[in-house]
């Protein structure tokens, strides 16, 4: 009997000491809501709410999939979400004004088990938060016409040689409305050094 209660104990021990050292991870599984959805949606099926932070969701059906944008009032990036026709995540990821995508983007299968991760961060050094410091310096407007940020590998080649395998930002903004020009900053994306600065017209409006 002794014998039994001591292996009793010890086998209580252990499970102890091994529920403690093997915790269960437990995440909430990001979905949409299909009922609401179909409660406030217009004839467009589009639905639109503005949350008390003044959050802006909107969120759209198609066929295959429900899509949602969330922008909060002070960040300049919206997320991206895609669910399946099943209200779960699919995609969720960051995008700048859809210019350039942001930090690392998740994708699920039907489940919700992650199965895809691609950081469009990678691999740049000089990042967005040393652009902004760079736009505010320069005192770029980024509400006004033509303004745009984005980056690439190998961008703008013609004007910078034949480096294809490196990481660049580009800043449009708009420079002189009275003759109607266009500033291009051309930028490492390694080290931040300013490759080039041209200007170009307007876009012509067909």
């Known amino acids: 009997m002794k014998i039994l209660l001591k292996y009793t104990i010890l086998l209580v021990l252990f499970t102890n000491c091994k529920a403690?050292?093997?915790p269960q991870k437990t995440t909430k599984m990001k979905t949409f809501d299909i009922e609401t959805f179909n409660k406030n949606k217009n004839r467009l099926n589009e639905y639109t709410f503005i949350s008390d932070d003044s959050t802006v969701t909107k969120q759209s059906d198609d066929v295959y999939e429900y899509y949602e944008t969330v922008k909060s009032k002070e960040s300049f990036f919206q997320s991206i979400n895609r669910y399946y026709k099943s209200g779960n995540i699919k995609l969720e990821g960051q995008i700048f004004q859809n210019f350039f995508q942001k930090g690392i983007w998740k994708e699920y299968d039907e489940k919700g088990n992650l199965i895809k991760e691609t950081d469009y961060d990678a691999p740049y050094k000089f990042i967005w938060e040393d652009i902004l410091k760079l736009i505010?310096?320069?005192?770029?407007?980024?509400?006004?016409?033509?303004?745009?940020?984005?980056?690439?590998?190998?961008?703008?080649?013609?004007?910078?040689?034949k480096e294809t395998e490196k990481p660049f930002w580009a800043i449009t903004y708009n420079k002189s409305e009275e003759d109607m020009l266009l500033g291009v900053i051309i930028i490492d994306g390694i080290t931040g050094k300013i490759i080039k600065e041209y200007e170009e017209p307007y876009a012509s409006e067909e």
């Open 136 to 161: 505010k310096n320069r005192k770029l407007d980024m509400d006004a016409y033509g303004f745009e940020v984005t980056r690439s590998f190998g961008f703008g080649t013609e004007n910078i040689g």
């Open 20 to 22: 403690q050292n093997d």
